[in-house]
């Protein structure tokens, strides 16, 4: 892809992001996408199919980077843990949202929401699989492994949820701290 091309998917993208901090996904059009990137009917289709091809490819976007950095222990956000471990992915996690890293505060706490907290959900699934599977298997008796790891990103979602609708009064690490300590009763 070229430089003009990326600009444009780049205007395309944070058009996207201006209107969903403003409507409802459903309520948005193509046409409005197009008025608000300031593009032509034919650019917006050479890069996209549809609107929910946009929507997929920007949360892909957002939750991979965050999720990918997570995995990559050297980028710590300055965190210091003791005995000089990194920190969690949890902690990890939360420090990005809370640096709203890809303005991920907003599209979580936007009217569509829950579009967004689908993907990130996925992803999760995915990062929990790859973190965890192996103690969530060696430690859960009778209780498939697959349960367990939608069941921890299921509590992850709804903290990160509660975390974000309580105004952020507590700091990331805290609130990961709380999440922590309930999954170390899981695992």
Same mark, same amino acid.
């Given at each position: $892809? !070229? ?9 395309? +993208?944070?058009?996207?992001?201006? =209107? ?17 990137? #300031? ?10 199919? &549809?609107? %929910? *091809?946009?929507?997929?490819? $920007?949360?892909?976007? =957002? *939750? ?9 222990? @050297? ?8 005995? @000089? =471990? ?20 907003? $599209?979580? &706490? ?9 993907? *990130? ?12 599977? #192996? ?12 349960? /367990? ?5 299921? @509590? +992850?979602? !709804?903290?990160?949820?509660?975390? /974000?609708?309580? @105004?952020?009064? %507590?700091?990331?690490? &805290? ?13």
């Amino acid at each position: $892809m !070229d430089r003009r091309q990326i600009k444009t998917r780049e205007a395309i +993208f944070e058009a996207f992001g201006r =209107l969903l901090a403003k409507k409802r996904y459903s309520e948005i059009t193509v046409q409005d996408i197009i008025d608000e990137a #300031n593009i032509g009917r034919s650019t917006f289709y050479s890069h996209f199919e &549809t609107k %929910d *091809f946009l929507l997929e490819e $920007m949360c892909e976007r =957002l *939750f991979l980077h965050i999720i990918e950095s997570a995995r990559d222990c @050297g980028h710590t956000h300055g965190l210091k843990i003791s005995k @000089g =471990l990194p920190p969690s992915v949890f902690v990890h996690l939360i420090k990005h949202i809370e640096e709203n890293d890809y303005n991920i505060v907003g $599209m979580l &706490t936007c009217e569509s929401r829950d579009l967004f907290l689908v993907y *990130f959900k996925r992803k999760l699934n995915e990062l929990i699989s790859n973190q965890y599977g #192996n103690e969530l298997a060696n430690n859960a008796v009778n209780i498939p492994t697959d349960y /367990l790891v939608n069941f921890i990103s299921s @509590g +992850f979602v !709804d903290t990160v949820v509660w975390w /974000l609708d309580t @105004g952020r009064k %507590d700091d990331a690490c &805290t609130v990961a701290g709380y999440f922590e300590a309930i999954l170390h009763r899981i695992i």
